[in-house]
Structures are given as C-alpha cells and as structure tokens.
C-alpha cells in the first residue's frame, strides 16, 4: 500500500515530462529567394514542420562540426517567438555561390520549454557564370534622363540586404560639357544646339 502514492506520482511527473515535450522539427527544406530585378543575392529561407511551435531557433554554419557544436558561424536566430514555420530567411552572413551551408531549427513550446535539435540539412549554392555585364536604360536615353532628371548626373544607391547596387552616368559623350553648362548656366538645356 506505501508504494502505490510513489507510483502514482511518477506516473503523473512522467506524463507531465512527456506533455512538456516539445516535438522535434521534421520536414527540413531550403528554397532560395527568387529577387524581382533577376539579380543573384543567394538569399535563401528555411521551412519545417513542428506541432505546438510558439518560438524558434535557427543556426546555420559553414561547417558540419560547428553546427554539431551548436555555434551559428553563418547566423543564429536567437529564440523568435513565432508558430511560423516557413518562409523563415536567413539574415546572416552572405552566402557565397559554390557554398555549403548546414542547419538545425529547435522549437519551444507553449510551457516554453525547448525541444531538441533537429537533425542537421545541407545545401550548396549553384556557381554563378557572369559572362557579361549589360547596361539597361529605362525609358528614353540617358542624356534626355538627365536633362529631367538632374540627380542621374551622380551615383544612385539602392540598398538591398548583403548589396548596394549602384547606378552611375559614366561613359557617355559630352559629360564634361554638361557638367561645365550646369555649373555655369544651372541648367544642361543650354547646351541642346550643341
């Protein structure tokens, strides 16, 4: 009779225990980012799945070993408190083209306790031939651009994550002629006849 109340407690610590449990992710996939302009930033995000998720954690190294020894080299989330499970991108370090790069995502659950390391995914980022370099002139020509538009004649940046991309009116005609009727006359329609 004195051991059914130690029994009954370890069942009911060990039914608690399991409950608190949060799952293990499963389902690992990478799908790189596809970018509107055509351009390869090899941004990549990270999806899985995890019953009863309500924060995550994920690490991504450039090496297995450091990824068993829980380091992030690449980017370490930190805990997000979060249930989404994919489209997750990986803000870290840039990742270079021929890379391979591996990764875990641990879950916490409701009682906000973690789970366990998910098994480790690897993927490798496709080498990138540049064969040529190309010069797009949106609407018009450039010299008409900046008669419009006078901040063309300086470098325009756009910031992206991991690049600036920027845009400068080098190489055409007359630049020093222009340059000379602005500071001169503040204007390059003075120069039309030439």
């Avoid at 019953?51 to 690449?74: C, E, F, I, N, T």
């Avoid at 790069?101 to 098994?119: F, Q, T």
Wanted: net charge positive; charged share 20%.
């Amino acid at each position: 009779m004195k051991t059914i109340p130690p029994i009954l407690s370890l069942v009911a610590f060990l039914s608690t225990a399991l409950q608190a449990a949060p799952a293990t992710p499963r389902d690992l996939a990478t799908k790189e980012v596809e970018n509107l302009l055509g351009l390869a930033f090899h941004e990549h995000s990270f999806s899985w799945s995890a019953p009863g998720q309500v924060a995550y954690q994920v690490l991504v190294a450039s090496d297995p070993r450091k990824l068993a020894a829980d380091v992030g080299d690449l980017w370490n989330s930190g805990m997000r408190r979060s249930n989404k499970q994919s489209g997750i991108l990986c803000r870290g370090h840039a990742l270079q083209p021929g890379q391979e790069v591996w990764w875990k995502v641990r879950i916490w659950n409701k009682e906000s306790s973690p789970g366990d390391w998910s098994e480790a995914s690897r993927f490798k980022l496709p080498v990138v031939e540049v064969k040529v370099s190309r010069v797009v002139l949106l609407g018009g020509n450039l010299i008409h651009g900046m008669e419009d538009h006078g901040f063309f004649e300086t470098a325009v940046t756009a910031r992206w994550p991991h690049h600036d991309l920027t845009f400068r009116n080098i190489g055409w005609p007359a630049d020093d002629v222009f340059g000379t009727a602005r500071g001169e006359f503040g204007s390059a329609r003075n120069t039309r006849s030439w």
